[in-house]
């Protein structure tokens, strides 16, 4: 069920007005962003349905201060983007392997959209958090490098090189595992 921009304004005004049905129909028409965006930053649906309840929980306590359904969207982005940061760093502070630690995988048959491959992913899931968010955001919420800078409150200039680092990571590693690399082309980084 996609709202119009007008009935969004009305159903997030009605939320701030203390209505719980309303704020039910804010959750679910965005639950699908924040949830896949944390998915594809965590690669794990429990984490992700965890941590996206916690981010409708922040909302509902924050919920004055969104402006506009514009700005309700931008706003449960950077949060989910800054919590699925947090968490990939709880992991990696608990984890001893490196990506150099990953034992050679079998070659399996090319996939599509590149995200959704497992080794891909598996790849994806030893970059440093802000290297990931960074990724998952423009590949998979397809935002340009401004938008990206304003969601994780850095310049344009280091999210690009930030991107370009992450790629090249990420074609590294799929070229010592005989994926080839080529789907982390540099032209496609900004």
Not at 51 to 70: C, G, R, T, Y
Not at 105 to 117: A, F, G, K, T, Y
Not at 165 to 180: V, Y
Request: aromatic share 4%; with cysteine; hydrophobic share 40%.
């Amino acid at each position: 069920m996609r709202e119009e921009p007008a009935q969004i304004e009305d159903t997030l005004r009605a939320a701030q007005q203390g209505s719980r049905g309303a704020f039910a129909v804010l959750v679910e028409s965005h639950q699908s962003m924040v949830y896949s965006l944390l998915v594809h930053m965590l690669g794990e649906e429990a984490v992700a349905e965890e941590i996206a309840q916690d981010v409708f929980l922040e909302l509902h306590k924050n919920l004055n201060a969104i402006d506009s359904p514009l700005h309700l969207a931008r706003w449960l982005r950077t949060v989910a983007s800054r919590r699925g940061i947090d968490e990939v760093r709880r992991r990696r502070f608990r984890s001893t392997y490196g990506i150099e630690d990953l034992p050679e995988p079998q070659i399996e048959p090319r996939v599509r959209d590149v995200l959704l491959s497992a080794q891909v992913r598996r790849m994806l899931e030893r970059l440093p958090a802000r290297h990931r968010a960074i990724v998952v955001l423009r590949y998979q919420e397809d935002m340009e490098p401004g938008e990206i800078a304003v969601h994780l409150e850095m310049p344009v200039a280091t999210v690009k090189s930030t991107l370009h680092r992450a790629l090249g990571m990420l074609r590294r590693a799929c070229q010592r595992t005989g994926l080839g690399g080529r789907e982390f082309s540099k032209r496609e980084a900004v």
